[in-house]
């Protein structure tokens, strides 16, 4: 499945995916190949649902097959037909929310074994924003130090059968026991950039939208403001929906803030929910998310149910997706941050805007345009070097790696430019 796929891969990319393209320079690559039959977590960064398909090209260029970890509920998409060829191409599910323990084993063997390279999306989300993150998910971090903890036990056991030769060998590695072999970590960070001629998508996409939501075109009028003159038109709608009365001088920040917080709100009383009153948005939004997938995946085998629980189960799921849909919502227009746009007028945070403004309009984002991908690849980790840390404080030590993590992949982005000469 995999060599069919790395066959049909350039005819996807320029249909399925848009005609997106990967650029990655040589030496960003050469990062990667010295590391080569090592035991390596890679983490990118998420703006879009396009980074599996661009970690994809980079296997390819690499010459291996990695390993995926996907969300539960991806592997249902088209009647289950998406999650069988994902299986088969090195990609393994995660239910978020819950100790899911066969994914847990299967990532630290993965991990342990070194055959293939792991591949975790650590914001946990997608962001839907070019060159920001969502904050780091540290159980990543944690879940890497357990194998190379578990690396090193493995060492010591087999030290034990052992009697060595002096007392040096004992202290062989870093002073304190058996050698055994390290696991890395590397950030690659993903930015993205349209080629030229996109205006003209750009201006087609908005015309549409001012159409749909009651807007008289006015294409002499400053780009920016026919934008946030469709958000207004939306977030009116959605007040009025949501009964919330907008006091005058109030932001769109705010106002799209309170529909926002009145949306979450909702999906909270339905599931017994009791959020801490200084949780941020995307904290609760992510109790709700692990709550849901505990509720949806928790009869993951129905052969020993009765055709009443079935039934039961099926409807419960069919309630659900309605709130799944209103957390899509909360995740793409009404991530709406005016000083983003505002401040950064580029075509790449147009178009963002525009998809969560289409998403929320039509259902699904319309405008599609041929895009290059900037690939660049971080300051590789190695685990073992920071072991004895780990041992002295381990939950220091993971949130210690997680923001360094989080800042380097910051810089990595500031420094993705747009490649010269793309057309």
């Not at 009697?163 to 993903?190: F, K, L, N, Q, W």
């Not at 001088?249 to 959020?275: C, S, Y």
């Not at 209103?326 to 505002?342: G, I, P």
């Amino acid at each position: 499945m995999v060599g069919l796929v790395r066959l049909l891969f350039p005819l996807m990319m320029r249909t399925m995916f848009g005609g997106l393209r990967v650029h990655i320079d040589p030496e960003e690559l050469e990062k990667l190949r010295r590391y080569k039959g090592q035991r390596m977590l890679l983490l990118p960064n998420h703006p879009t649902g396009e980074e599996p398909a661009v970690m994809f090209v980079i296997s390819m260029q690499l010459g291996e097959i990695f390993n995926f970890v996907a969300a539960r509920e991806l592997f249902d998409l088209e009647r289950g037909f998406r999650g069988w060829v994902m299986r088969r191409l090195g990609v393994y599910s995660v239910i978020r929310g819950v100790t899911d323990r066969e994914s847990f084993m299967t990532s630290k063997k993965i991990l342990m074994t070194g055959k293939n390279r792991l591949i975790i999306f650590i914001e946990g989300e997608i962001s839907r924003q070019n060159d920001t993150l969502i904050p780091f998910e540290p159980g990543v971090i944690q879940l890497t130090l357990w194998a190379q903890e578990a690396l090193a036990k493995e060492a010591g056991k087999a030290n034990r059968k052992q009697t060595p030769a002096s007392p040096d060998e004992r202290t062989a590695d870093h002073g304190a026991g058996p050698d055994y072999p390290p696991v890395y970590i590397a950030p690659v960070a993903i930015k993205y950039y349209y080629l030229p001629g996109v205006d003209v998508a750009i201006e087609q996409s908005i015309r549409a939208l001012e159409k749909s939501v009651g807007i008289q075109s006015k294409p002499e009028a400053e780009r920016y403001a026919r934008v946030r003159a469709i958000a207004k038109q939306v977030v009116q709608v959605q007040e009025a929906l949501h009964q919330i009365v907008s006091l005058p001088g109030t932001t769109m920040n705010d106002r799209v803030g309170a529909i926002k917080h009145r949306m979450l709100k909702k999906i909270e009383v339905f599931l017994g929910l009791k959020p801490d009153p200084e949780a941020s948005t995307l904290e609760r939004l992510r109790e709700i998310r692990n709550m849901m997938d505990r509720m949806i995946h928790t009869y993951e085998d129905p052969q020993d149910l009765s055709d009443y629980e079935k039934r039961t189960i099926e409807h419960f799921r069919l309630a659900m997706s309605e709130f799944y849909r209103d957390l899509d919502r909360v995740t793409y227009f009404l991530t709406y941050d005016e000083a983003y746009l505002r401040d950064h007028q580029s075509p790449e945070h147009f178009i963002e805007m525009l998809h969560r403004l289409e998403k929320e309009v039509f259902g699904v984002g319309r405008l599609v345009y041929p895009r290059v991908a900037v690939v660049k690849v971080g300051e590789v980790i190695d685990l073992k070097a920071r072991f004895d840390d780990y041992e002295a404080d381990k939950k220091g030590l993971v949130k210690q790696v997680a923001a360094g993590l989080e800042t380097n992949m910051m810089t990595l982005l500031a420094s993705a430019e747009r490649p010269p000469n793309i057309h």
